[in-house]
């Protein structure tokens, strides 16, 4: 709740991740899917992919989701 940054984050991970049954409420970005293609430098930083999310709730975040390396400005 009220985090500046993000409320959930996928932390540049190499592959998807499953989110199930999450609830996020008044972050700077709720739900960030950004991954990584190596890990190694934000070089590798790549939008989010095969992420499962199923039942999670965002609220009054600046942005709900984000996928990409861009987060658009609130």
Known sequence: MRN???GFYAN???DGQVWLNNTAYRNSTDYNMLCST???SSAGDVAGYNHVMK???GYKGGTEVAISTKVPAT
């Open 4 to 6: 500046r940054a993000n």
């Open 12 to 14: 540049h991970h190499l």
């Open 38 to 40: 190596n890990n190694s």
């Open 55 to 57: 039942n999670n709730l």
